[in-house]
Each structure stands twice: as structure tokens, then as C-alpha cells.
């Protein structure tokens, strides 16, 4: 028994001296692999959302919102400036009663509606029109007369076909709550501000698009 007993405690000791040497050839001595952790993404605050948590990315529709209510505040501010100017330069009541009523209309639409909401979503606040509209502005300051209602009621006709068309689009594209509210109750108001500007259209013979397309043809 003796003998037997001594030869077993070799075998047990030539067996774990084996499984060490066999573990410290294996990588990290024989451990379990361990998963390779993901690299952490870099957070972007320029890429975050109104009430979003810091790093989660802006969808693209969040920046269409912020940039549709972006240019319909300059748009408005265009609207009150030209309004203003036709008060000034028009001889033709219609024409200054309507532009009053751009001036009323696109301060309370400015302030009331799409300044609180483009705080609310980050969006930027332009300070005025932007070039294509300070264009138009310019171009109205050298006339007068009857070629300034003209180009005025032209200038109105084809931006609130334009502006209607664009604030439709954006209440059927966006999931935010409040851009497609102003955005619906906006483009209600710029149908009946086209719908008035087509009769005073009519009143001073100037064309518009439905009569332009029949004189063509």
C-alpha cells in the first residue's frame, strides 16, 4: 500500500504540473476570452436635438423643421418690410389695405408663432430676409406708381403660391407637434392672403397664373 500510494501522488503531481505548463502556453494562461468591448462614439453637441439626451443625432427631418421655420421667419420679415414699402409707395388703396394686412399678419405669425417654436427646437432665428428677398426689396424702392403696384402684386402672387405649397409640404412631412401646427394654421392664412392678392390682382389687370396659362395656349 505503501509503494501504491507514492506512485499515485506522482501521477497526480506529473498530471498538474502538465495541465500548468499547458495553461501558460495558452493565451491570458488558459482565462476564459474575454468580448471585445465596442468603441464609445465620440458625443457632438452641434448633433443634438432640442430635448435629446447630449451625442443623439439630429434626424434629417429635425433639421428640415428647423430649417423650414427658420425661412419663414426671414420670409416673414420680408413680407412686413415689403408691406411697409407699399404702404409708403402705393397710390392705389387695395393695394395698401392688403399690404397692412401682410404687415398685421406676418409680425403676429413672427412673434407669436415661429419665433417660440423655433426656441423650442433649436432652431436658428434669422435677423431679416435673406439675399434673394433684400433683392426684391431693393428692386421695389426705385419704382413707383403704377410699376410699383405691379411688380408688388406680382412679387406677392408668385411668393404665397410658393410659401402655401411649402408650408403644406412641411405639415405633411414632420412629426413634430408644434411645427405642424403653425405650419397648417400658416398655410390656412397664406391661402386667403393669395386668395386676396389674386382679386386685387385682377383690380389692376395684372395676370395671374391661371389667366397667364389660358393667354399662351
Not at 432640442?50 to 430649417?67: K, V
Not at 404702404?87 to 401682410?102: E, L
Not at 386668395?195 to 389660358?214: C, D, R, S, T, Y
Request: hydrophobic fraction near 35%; charge should be neutral.
Amino acid at each position: 500500500m505503501h509503494i501504491a500510494h507514492k506512485i499515485f501522488v506522482c501521477s497526480v503531481t506529473t498530471l498538474l504540473a502538465a495541465a500548468t505548463a499547458l495553461a501558460q502556453s495558452m493565451p491570458n494562461g488558459g482565462a476564459a476570452p474575454q468580448q471585445p468591448s465596442m468603441p464609445r462614439q465620440p458625443s457632438n453637441p452641434s448633433m443634438s436635438s432640442p430635448g435629446s439626451s447630449p451625442g443623439t443625432a439630429t434626424t434629417s427631418q429635425q433639421f428640415g423643421d428647423q430649417s423650414f421655420v427658420a425661412k419663414a421667419i426671414a420670409g416673414g420679415e420680408a413680407e412686413v418690410q415689403l408691406g411697409q414699402l407699399a404702404q409708403q409707395k402705393s397710390q392705389s388703396d387695395d393695394v395698401k389695405q392688403f399690404a397692412q394686412k401682410m404687415v398685421s399678419d406676418h409680425t403676429q405669425m413672427g412673434e407669436k408663432w415661429f419665433k417660440p417654436v423655433a426656441k423650442q427646437i433649436g432652431a436658428s432665428v434669422p435677423k431679416g430676409p435673406d439675399k434673394k428677398e433684400k433683392k426684391e426689396i431693393a428692386k421695389l424702392q426705385t419704382l413707383s406708381g403704377q410699376d410699383f403696384d405691379t411688380e408688388y402684386i406680382q412679387a406677392m402672387l408668385k411668393d404665397h403660391r410658393q410659401d402655401l405649397k411649402d408650408f403644406q409640404d412641411e405639415a405633411q412631412a414632420t412629426q413634430d407637434p408644434s411645427v405642424k401646427q403653425v405650419a397648417q394654421q400658416g398655410a390656412n392664412i397664406i391661402q386667403q392672403h393669395l386668395q386676396l392678392i389674386e382679386q386685387v390682382a385682377k383690380n389692376h389687370n395684372v395676370p395671374v397664373e391661371g389667366e397667364q396659362k389660358k393667354a399662351s395656349m
